[in-house]
């Protein structure tokens, strides 16, 4: 079992930066994949970013591609997603997962956290 807390989110003006933290409970961290995901009101929950369990491999959206940044470090049990040239249209709830065996598909995490509000004004 695995808990994650994400902290970070809050209102940031277009073309600002935010840098989301996702904090894990357990001691099989780095045996899981991690993804960031979001959804926005009204849409369907969408893949960001995603990083292997060592941290050497990412992948992320085309849209977020160049901008945004995922990151992790084993030893605090805590991945990271920098976020910079914000845009107005990305304003929405982001959630970290957790994955024994996916990569960038939301139904093939298995854990995820509670989100944390992105809202980016123009």
């Given amino acids: 079992q695995v808990q994650l807390v994400e902290s970070g989110g809050g209102l940031v003006q277009a073309g600002g930066s935010l840098r989301l933290s996702c904090?894990?409970?357990?001691?099989?961290?780095?045996?899981?994949?991690?993804?960031?995901?979001?959804?926005?009101?009204?849409?369907?929950?969408e893949f960001?970013?995603?990083?292997?369990?060592?941290?050497?491999?990412?992948?992320?959206?085309?849209?977020?591609?160049?901008?945004?940044?995922?990151?992790?470090d084993n030893a605090k049990n805590t991945v990271y997603l920098q976020m910079n040239s914000l845009k107005p249209e990305e304003t929405a709830v982001y959630y970290c997962a957790a994955t024994s065996s996916g990569w960038y598909v939301a139904d093939e995490y298995d854990y995820w956290g509670q989100g944390t509000q992105v809202t980016v004004s123009s």
Avoid: C, H
């Avoid at 904090?23 to 369907?44: C, D, I």
């Fill in 23 to 45: 904090a894990a409970s357990g001691r099989t961290f780095r045996t899981y994949v991690m993804g960031w995901f979001r959804q926005a009101p009204g849409k369907e929950r």
């Fill in 48 to 72: 960001v970013a995603t990083i292997s369990r060592s941290g050497v491999n990412t992948y992320y959206a085309d849209s977020v591609l160049g901008r945004f940044t995922v990151s992790r």
